[in-house]
């Protein structure tokens, strides 16, 4: 069964949008001295890279920013037909006291998040780690939440979230697509 | 892209294509080495039979800190104190293994075609450790790893232009038929040159040059990659006249290594016999990859074993 385009959910101005408010409120919550931003692959890269940026007009100087590949942590590899293609992981600081703010496009099973975590904790131990994601789906299946949503829609298990943004696809855009 | 096959046995087997995704993947999985926790849970509760009717030392510790990165389970078979002394024939001892939920079996044997006769008769993932005179794949992916990586020929993806010359005994080496098979595939102009007993017959028919003196062989070289002398075969007995006219027709010097180009890689698959085929000198000189080799060889059989444990 393919899937079907039902709605966007968010434009690219919109994406920009809140993109600034998440930077807003990371900048008041957190010290920026000792933040780092961690983009998980593959969406959450460039992500995080537009999120340091928002950052840095904030005011946030030399903010680390890193990269997570979390497919050898994954808990279903023994399940997908085809092994997923093994990328870089790229952490050019030490996490070490470090407030770590993961980053991702989609939240929904929290299986990835759990994942990140495990690998996170194997490169040391940071002050605290947190989570920011643009769209929050629901339908966890882990007790995982994020601290900093962009948007919280609720989905149904037919549905599915498609986030595109300019540096992996052709256009900025979140759509919600139907089986 | 998924590898076709649940085993690995000879790269002759494998297209170009895979054989680039095995060396794309392995990239990553040398990053781990750099972490001061260098292990990942990818294969936690597999488990992992090393069977090796052959020694080996290095081959078999790589696939062993390969496995144990990947958070597998590991068994050694140490073939001499187990029931083949007694007359097991392989097909049964990989049943039995098979009964043991074994996951994957890598295997090491005397006679060429082992591999493939277990593959056909067991579930496990069967991996070519080095069968009789036939492949060893895994170490022809690291000697091309390590190529593509010190030639800055990882994109653009293929070998083309470059000239590699194999020296030595190229009938008894598995370690020359692999890197053949998989230099040829990716484009890379193949050379071998050695005494004429040790050149099988009719190698030329899958591309690869034929030479019998190495100052033939050498100028224009890219990569020099010295086969061990296989003492144990008493080739000097059967197949030249003394180890002394081999080391001085084929034993790599500083000064036969001139001839090269300049930034021309040396590379050995080990053990060294040093002062037979290589020279310490160029063994442990500035350009031996050797070393390199080793490390590079743990990063592809991570790869090989995360892409053949896909299946569950």
Known sequence: ??????????????????????????????????????????????????????????????????????????????????????????????????????????????????????????FGRPQGIKLAVLIDRGNRELPIQADYIGKKISTSLKEMVKVELKEVDSKDEVSLWEK | MPLKSKDLLGLEYLTKEEIEHILDTASPFKDLFTRSVKKVPTLRGKTVVLLFYE?????????????????????????????????????????????????????????????????????????????GLHEHPTQGLLDIFTIREKKKRIRGNH????????????????????????????????????????????????????????????????????????????????????????TLLYGITKERLAAAKEDVLVMHPGPLNRGIEISSEVADGPSSVIQEQVTNGIAIRMAVLYLLGGGG
């Open chain 1, 1 to 122: 069964m393919e899937f079907k385009k039902k709605k966007v959910l968010m434009t690219a101005k919109e994406i920009g949008k809140t993109l600034n408010t998440l930077a807003q409120e990371i900048a008041k919550k957190e010290n920026l001295e000792k933040v780092a931003l961690i983009g998980i692959r593959c969406r959450g890269v460039p992500l995080a890279e537009r999120l340091a940026k928002e950052l840095e007009k904030l005011g946030a100087k030399n903010l680390s920013l890193g990269i997570l590949d979390i497919t050898l942590y994954r808990d279903d590899l023994s399940l997908v037909a085809s092994q997923p293609i093994v990328k870089e992981t790229k952490l050019p600081f030490g996490i070490d006291e470090k407030v770590i703010i993961l980053i991702d496009d989609v939240l929904f099973t929290g299986r990835t998040i759990r994942s990140a975590l495990d690998a996170l904790i194997d």
């Open chain 2, 55 to 131: 020694a080996s030392t290095r081959t078999r510790t790589s696939f062993e800190l390969a496995a144990k990165r990947l958070s597998a389970d590991v068994i050694n078979i140490t073939v001499s104190a187990s029931s083949v002394v007694k007359g097991e024939g392989l097909i049964d001892t990989g049943k039995t293994l098979e009964a043991m939920k074994s996951d994957f079996v890598i295997i090491r044997h005397g006679m060429s075609g082992a591999p493939n006769v277990l593959a056909r008769n067991i579930t496990a993932s069967v991996i070519n450790a080095g069968d």
């Open chain 2, 159 to 246: 070998l083309k232009g470059l000239k590699v010359v194999i020296v030595g005994d190229i009938l008894h080496s598995r370690v020359a038929k692999s890197n053949i098979w998989g230099l040829t595939k990716l484009g890379a102009e193949v050379c071998v040159v050695g005494p004429a007993t040790l050149i099988p017959q009719g190698i030329e028919k899958i591309g690869v040059k034929i030479y019998y003196r190495l100052e033939d062989a050498l100028p224009g070289a890219d990569v020099i990659n010295i086969l061990r002398v296989q003492l144990e075969r008493q080739q000097q007995s059967y197949f030249f006249p003394s180890l002394h006219e081999y």
